[in-house]
């Protein structure tokens, strides 16, 4: 396309809740500017608006999808819109639930100087997410970030670490993955968990008890904790270089610790190799170097 810029552009303008916002919702909901309607740009380059509109109301049955070239730090945000930082553009589209947030920087044309890297394009921008709306991010060269991120998460990056602090929910599925960086969680609430890395921990704190949770790196440790009411899982635990050390309660027949290390605490403690997973719970671990550790909180 033609002009100063291709494709669908979006739009921001400052927005006022309809109704009060207390907490982390509400400071989110200051410091960002909600997306406004869409702008489509035609072949000659003069923006005329097309029909195309902005995130609607984004309910639970909506989808979002976030990419970029760096980073990004996800917060709750009051309401039912999608919010992000003016120091960034989005360029929207969708099809059917799914909605697709580009992000992408100010022209350096603007004069705006948003204090971000050499290229003028801050590394972290945040962008606000609805309650109850599932995320997938796909970052590169820099990490990601959720807080207090009430939904289902798929969080994806390259060369960077994947955080994630009292998010996800009691039935969600939650991914989290990159390539060169650690993944971090706490007060994590999930249906099924996923997390791994190829160089970097994988440190998971559960607020809930997944039905399934597999975690993997290559040249680093995993540690996993669950509540201490935790059910019993058959587990599956091994590293090559480093020791297993499983703590919470396991399955008659249950794998335990299947590495060549030594092993040592594997197996150890109280509920070890007792309960019942009739729910078919399972949860797999496993490292080439460094330790694997799940235990209670």
């Known amino acids: 396309m033609a002009g100063s810029s291709g494709g669908i552009r979006a739009s921001m303008t400052t927005s006022t809740p309809s109704t009060p916002a207390h907490g982390p919702a509400r400071r989110v909901a200051a410091a960002l500017l909600t997306v406004a309607p869409l702008v489509l740009v035609s072949a000659c380059g003069d923006d005329r608006p097309a029909g195309a509109e902005g995130p609607p109301a984004l309910d639970r049955g909506a989808r979002l999808v976030i990419t970029t070239e760096n980073g990004v730090r996800l917060r709750p945000v009051e309401g039912d819109r999608v919010a992000a930082d003016s120091a ?69 990056t390259v060369n960077g670490d994947v955080t994630v602090t009292r998010s996800g929910g009691g039935d969600a599925d939650v991914r989290l993955v990159t390539r060169n960086g650690s993944v971090r969680a706490e007060s994590l609430a999930a249906g099924r968990l996923e997390a791994e890395t190829v160089n970097g921990d994988v440190t998971l704190g559960g ?46 027949g249950s794998g335990g610790d299947s590495g060549s ?12 190799g007792g309960g019942d997973a009739a729910d078919g719970r399972a949860m797999n671990l496993s490292t080439v170097n460094g330790d694997v550790t799940a235990g209670l909180g």
Not at 262 to 272: H, I, K, M, V
């Open 88 to 156: 960034v553009r989005g360029a929207w589209s969708h099809r059917d639930g799914t909605w697709v947030l580009d992000l992408a920087c100010r022209d350096r044309r603007d004069g705006h100087d948003d204090g971000g890297d050499a290229d003028g394009c801050p590394r972290m921008p945040t962008v606000g997410v609805p309650a109850g709306v599932p995320v997938t991010v796909t970052a590169r060269n820099a990490g990601i970030d959720a807080v207090g991120v009430e939904a289902a998460l798929a969080l994806t």
């Open 207 to 252: 607020a809930t008890s997944p039905s399934r949770v597999t975690a993997a790196t290559t040249n680093g440790s995993v540690r996993v904790t669950l509540p201490h009411d935790a059910p019993a899982y058959d587990v599956t635990a091994g590293t090559r270089n480093g020791r297993t050390s499983v703590l919470v309660p396991q399955t008659p």
């Open 261 to 272: 290390g030594d092993g040592s605490g594997a197996g150890d403690g109280p509920g070890s």
